[in-house]
């Protein structure tokens, strides 16, 4: 596939859509064509996914089933939007993949990381992003930035602190693929190293 696949990850107040966004714009200005999406969500039934996942209506919802949830709406979110965007030779910038559910489900939820990322793998038929951008921020600082929150948001904060951890760990693990960024910094700051980063996986495609 000739396109460039981008994932933003990390925890919940982080700023990942507001990143996400200026980088989208950023290459756009630039004449690239970019498909910016979401998960759980990005096609009709991945959005009705959505709904379920991340309701209040459903707390205590069993974590094997949350995981199952989770890799199903990726599956169709792979087939119908991310993959034909990358076979166009698109550029796809998607806030939230495959780490998120290794980190909520497979560490928070200590349902077992290969298990879960083993899942979205055969979900997805295998497909990783070019590129994984974190933004980490202590946990206890970023949930106040967030009101009204939703099923998993409302975890307690050790849940929030061991997703956190996750994420960096599994940067550690593969430190080529990722860009790891302190999200305390300035949204400005944050956006050129962002930018600095694609435009070198740009150029090496």
């Known amino acids: ?52 996942v991340l309701s209040r209506e459903f707390d205590g919802m069993n974590a094997r089933s949350e995981a199952l949830l989770f890799a199903a709406s990726r599956g169709d979110h792979v087939e119908r939007v991310i993959r034909p965007a990358l076979e166009r030779g698109d550029i796809v910038i998607c806030d939230r993949y495959i780490d998120s559910s290794v980190a909520y489900q497979g560490y928070a939820r200590n349902l077992g990381a290969e298990h879960v990322r083993n899942l979205s793998l055969w979900a997805t038929n295998n497909l990783l992003p070019d590129l994984t951008i974190v933004l980490t921020m202590n946990a206890d600082v970023s949930l106040q930035r967030i009101s009204n929150h939703d099923r998993l948001e409302a975890e307690p904060i050790e849940y929030h602190r061991a997703v956190t ?3 960096l760990d599994l940067a550690q693990q593969d430190p080529e693929r990722y860009l790891v960024i302190d999200a305390t910094q300035s949204k400005d700051a944050i956006a050129q190293l962002i930018n600095a980063r694609v435009m070198q996986e740009l150029n090496e495609k």
């Open 1 to 52: 596939m000739s396109g460039l696949f981008i994932a933003f990850e990390g925890g919940e107040g982080v700023g990942k859509s507001t990143q996400e966004a200026l980088l989208g714009e950023f290459l756009s200005s630039m004449g690239k064509t970019v498909v910016r999406t979401r998960e759980p969500g990005g096609t009709p039934a991945a959005e009705a996914i959505r709904a379920i």
């Open 165 to 167: 951890q996750a994420f």
